[in-house]
């Protein structure tokens, strides 16, 4: 017998394939058939992935077979797969309309404060905003290079690269931008003297000083600050004015006018009340008010010396925050108002601390009178002694010469 015979008679050796196939039972031979998206592994290669394409029927790579789905597409091949796939969606051309006095951006349906230095900035933003990458896409680079046209028109050059499916692709695609210019409902508002609430500050039997004017105008500021600083464009101071009551303040809307109203009797103490008085009607009917904001500073401020009559000597006022607070000049004691009489007594005005000099002490007679020099006769005379005066004989004190005499001043 020949070793070809013996190779040809072993029964250990497996039937050739042709031969296998022929026996195979007819089911097997159905299914073999019938699933054309199994890859026939048989070939010798060993590197196909057992997945054939539904569209094309090559088989399908490792990494297809391995995420056939991606995030976005049924398996298939790479060749099918990259057939339609776009790396970067971006529109034909873009038109922004950009406020031409604050800057904002008109985007959907309201204005948007982006804070760009130039239009070529807005252009930037805005295609940014719209651009889109291909949700398989990761290890994504991107760069914009723009070209500024003419004045209103910017045409974005903007490159993408990205791994897909394993491979690096590339896009490159051009954006015109054209920037029109218009004018937003705040800036509308503003050039239309548009105001919603208006602060009257006033002040009891008197007018409002410099300071407490100056500072009315810097608690309206900046609280139309912090309203903008949190993103509301409705914030805005309409005008500031003054007359020989007061000062005026109009604002955007009636929140702002309670706002500041509130806080200006916080710091200056005094009381507001609102008044509405109806302008119009809006589109749908609805009735549209005006809030006036009345503040009413107290008469007295700190630092005032005043009188109230009561026989126990001049007051020096300290606090007018709700009832007023003091302190007695004859005797040192402190003085607050009763509910009685209100936040304040019924008294005059003698004076200021501002308006008091140093004289010298000349001599302490007991405990409730001291000697000092009136700085108008620069004679001794005798004043009462309150309770706060230490200082030494011989030495400067602070005193206040008024129309019911002379008192000596606490040190400040």
């Known amino acids: ?48 992935s057992g997945v ?24 298939v091949c790479d060749d099918c797969y990259f057939d ?12 922004v309309d950009v406020c031409a006095t604050c800057g904002a951006v008109h985007r959907g349906n309201r204005w948007v404060d982006v804070g760009a230095k130039d239009y070529t900035d807005v252009a930037i933003d805005e295609v940014a905003e719209r651009l889109a990458v291909h949700v398989d896409a990761h290890d994504v680079t991107w760069q914009v290079d723009p070209e500024q046209v003419d004045q209103n028109n910017v045409k974005m050059h903007c490159s993408f690269s990205g791994v897909v499916r394993g491979q690096f692709r590339e896009a490159h695609v051009t954006v015109p931008v054209s920037i029109s210019r218009a004018t937003c409902q705040r800036c509308g508002r503003i050039a239309g ?32 600050g912090d309203m903008e600083a949190t993103g509301s464009r409705d914030a805005f ?15 955007s809307t009636t929140n702002l006018g309670k706002k500041v109203a509130a806080k200006v009797v916080e710091e200056f103490g005094g009381d507001w009340e609102d008044h509405e008085t109806l302008v119009t009607e809006d589109e749908d009917g609805n009735e549209v008010y005006r809030v006036t904001y009345a503040v009413r500073l107290p008469e007295f401020r700190p630092g005032d010396v005043i009188d109230p009559g009561d026989d ?38 003698l004076g200021t601390i501002e308006e008091g000099v140093e004289t010298t002490l000349v001599a302490y007679e007991d405990d409730h009178a001291v000697q000092v020099l009136d700085p108008e006769t620069y004679r001794s005379t005798t004043v009462p002694r309150p309770d706060f005066l230490d200082a030494d004989a011989g030495t400067e004190v602070p005193v206040l010469r008024h129309r019911n005499g002379l008192h000596v001043l606490p040190e400040e």
Request: charged share 35%; hydrophobic share 30%.
């Open 193 to 224: 003297d548009y105001y919603a609430s208006v602060v009257q500050v006033r002040a009891v039997e008197r007018t409002p000083d410099a300071d407490e004017i100056e500072r009315a105008r810097e608690i309206a500021n900046d609280i139309v």
């Open 1 to 48: 017998m020949t070793d070809a015979d013996a190779d040809a008679d072993d029964p250990s050796d497996p039937p050739d394939a042709d031969h296998a196939r022929e026996h195979a039972p007819e089911s097997a031979r159905g299914d073999a058939i019938a699933d054309p998206t199994r890859a026939d592994t048989t070939d010798g290669a060993g590197s196909g």
């Open 52 to 75: 054939r394409c539904p569209r094309c029927g090559d088989p399908l790579s490792e990494h297809a077979a391995r995420d056939p789905l991606g995030k976005s597409e049924v398996g």
């Open 84 to 95: 339609q796939f776009e790396l970067v969606d971006a529109p034909d051309q873009l038109r």
């Open 237 to 251: 101071v309409s005008e500031m004015s003054e007359d020989d009551d007061g000062l005026n303040v109009k604002l």
């Open 312 to 349: 126990d000597g001049p007051i020096l006022v300290r606090s007018v925050q709700g009832n007023l607070k003091g302190l007695r000049l004859a005797s040192g004691e402190r003085f607050e108002a009763s509910y009685e009489v209100g936040d304040a007594p019924d008294a005059r005005k």
